[in-house]
T-cell receptor
Framework: GQQVMQIPQYQHVQEGEDFTTYCNSS?????IQWYKQRPGGHPVFLIQ?????EVKKQKRLTFQFGEAKKNSSLHITATQTTDVGTYFC???????????FGTGTKLQVIP | EAGVAQSPRYKIIEKRQSVAFWCNPI?????LYWYQQILGQGPKLLIQ????????DSQLPKDRFSAERLKGVDSTLKIQPAKLEDSAVYLC????????????FGQGTRLTVV
């Protein structure tokens, strides 16, 4: 079945440093979504990418979808303590757009 | 608009007992998902409903898990009998349609099987 892996599994950064998480799918995706889950919370939708090579920005967050639609990345510029949480990519594929979540990257920001 | 409602928030049961979780999706959302999230892992899709029909249940352990969505609105997920490895957070999510961009998640039910 479809597998979606993320690296790194954990990342500790000093506040103000940049952060990047990478997402890789074993199969070609229709689209990819990114979610953030705060400690003890539930996943919250951040963005969806659909087109090959697409790049979207949300303030300090930059999202990219690979040309082959099998990988994606999330980059945070100048991290803040409010960025703490686990970031998941979620790839959709198939007729009913089955969602497969990635393994997640847990971000800790040291003030 | 009101969010996805789930109950109970927490449940502790002994192995081999039964348990049921309830989910009320956002009004008008046709697609409903149940996910299992084991501590430290990403959510794993158990079952996806489109209105009251099942479109994907390939990862649902059907020997012990069952789910239904009556009248295409509320849904229940049942485990009978529970095993220790079922300890997890069970998340319900909904979206307007299957191809919709955004899924809205409920707060989840944390199940502990002892």
């Amino acid at each position: 079945g479809q597998q979606v892996m993320q690296i790194p599994q954990y990342q500790h950064v000093q506040e103000g440093e940049d952060f990047t998480t990478y997402c890789n799918s074993s199969t070609t995706l229709s689209n990819i979504q990114w979610y953030k889950q705060r400690p003890g919370g539930h996943p919250v939708f951040l963005i969806q990418l659909v087109k090959s090579g697409e790049v979207k920005k949300q303030k300090r967050l930059t999202f990219q979808f690979g040309e082959a639609k099998k990988n994606s990345s999330l980059h945070i510029t100048a991290t803040q303590t409010t960025d703490v949480g686990t970031y998941f990519c979620a790839g959709r594929s198939g007729g009913y757009q089955k969602v497969t979540f990635g393994t997640g990257t847990k971000l800790q920001v040291i003030p | 608009e009101a969010g996805v409602a789930q109950s109970p928030r927490y449940k502790i049961i002994e192995k081999r007992q039964s348990v049921a979780f309830w989910c009320n999706p956002i009004s008008g959302h046709a697609t409903l998902y149940w996910y299992q999230q084991i501590l430290g892992q990403g959510p794993k899709l158990l079952i996806q409903f489109q209105n009251n029909g099942v479109v994907d249940d390939s990862q649902l352990p059907k020997d012990r898990f069952s789910a239904e969505r009556l009248k295409g609105v509320d849904s229940t997920l049942k485990i009978q009998p529970a095993k220790l490895e079922d300890s997890a957070v069970y998340l319900c999510a909904s979206s307007r349609v299957a191809l919709a961009a955004e899924a809205f998640f409920g707060q989840g039910t944390r199940l502990t099987v002892v």
